[in-house]
């Protein structure tokens, strides 16, 4: 299959190196200062050169990526709120131009979902979006699998910046301050971190489940949700907990009511109480118990072949 790619970051590099190994070839790179095209496709190592090099992919304008011979486009520009925009226009271009859509950007399922919906009734395309929940973890495919309707409810440890600052202050019965400087050394967490540790980034692929287990009866989005973060948690609860044999998770929850997202306290021994950086997302299923998928929650590579499935699964 065809991609074009738009957004050169983390997830969309690893895209672009991922994609030939898939089966697939790049005919069209966009970054927020260029594209490069090219009709028999490009070559990984040039494009990347290139950006690393210059600063830009190509030397075309960005838009003129949509406008490429391509048979999925890939929307992996950073998440933005509210409007979800530039990626909610990205994905709806594409689909107005018949072409398949395949999101690692939050921001349009999370904000615009019942839209984005609408647009892609409109079109031969369709649009597919595992990559944005939980990375390489197949969560979105294991409720598609199932049916939503044999699913009544997600939820798990779904930000790892989060789940490493607690994983270090039960460990190591450090304070908060401390930790989340330590993962800012380590480049576990930004320089500003607000998305992860506000509870934000976990809401918003708490939303996008709810949005797919609701099927379409009501649509969700970020304000929707009740969210809290970990900022208040302090090093005394976690060591409370832990002498009680349990310990404290940013734990997000998705059902076709509603989001909730907040620290609670799981046993310590139990399956929610991942640690480090590792995610892992619990349904409860009509006929089949309780599953629990866990992985890699976040990283170029991870996401990257989340993403590459989505295209696979494109007919």
């Known amino acids: 299959m065809r991609l074009a790619v738009v957004g050169a970051g983390a997830v969309g590099r690893s895209v672009i190196e991922l994609a030939g190994e898939y089966g697939h070839s790049v005919t069209a790179v966009a970054d927020s200062r260029s594209a490069a095209i090219a009709p028999d496709g490009l070559d990984p190592e040039t494009v990347l050169a290139d950006k690393d090099g210059e600063g830009r992919v190509g030397s075309s304008a960005p838009e003129e990526a949509l406008d490429a011979e391509y048979d999925a486009l890939i929307e992996a520009t950073p998440t933005t709120l509210g409007d979800a925009e530039p990626g909610f226009s990205h994905a709806v271009g594409a689909l107005e131009r018949d072409r398949h859509v395949v999101l690692a950007n939050k921001g349009p399922v999370a904000e615009r979902y019942g839209e984005l919906r609408a647009a892609e009734r409109e079109s031969r395309g369709e649009i597919r979006f595992e990559a944005t929940v939980g990375g390489a973890i197949p969560a979105l495919s294991t409720i598609e699998d199932f049916g939503p309707d044999h699913i009544t409810a997600a939820r798990g440890v779904l930000n790892g910046t989060a789940n490493f600052i607690l994983t270090r202050m039960a460990a190591e019965g450090l304070d908060y301050e401390h930790v989340l ?7 576990v967490a930004e320089a500003d971190p607000s998305f992860d540790v506000e509870g934000t980034d976990a809401a918003l692929k708490c939303v ?16 929707d ?21 349990r310990t404290v998770r940013l734990i997000g929850e998705a059902t076709p009511e509603g989001v909730r997202v907040g620290p609670r306290l799981v046993p310590g021994n139990g399956t929610l109480a991942v640690s480090g950086t590792r995610n892992i997302v619990q349904f409860e299923t009509t006929n089949a118990g309780r599953l629990n998928v866990s992985g890699r929650g976040a990283g170029g590579p991870e996401t990257a072949t989340a993403v590459l499935s989505d295209v696979g699964r494109l007919g």
């Open 225 to 245: 949700a009740e969210v809290e973060g970990i900022e208040g948690v302090p090093g005394s609860a976690l060591e409370l907990a832990g002498e009680d044999g």
């Open 181 to 187: 400087a330590e993962a800012q050394d380590l480049g």
């Open 208 to 223: 996008i489940m709810a949005n797919v287990l609701s099927e379409g009866e009501r649509e969700f989005s970020l304000a």
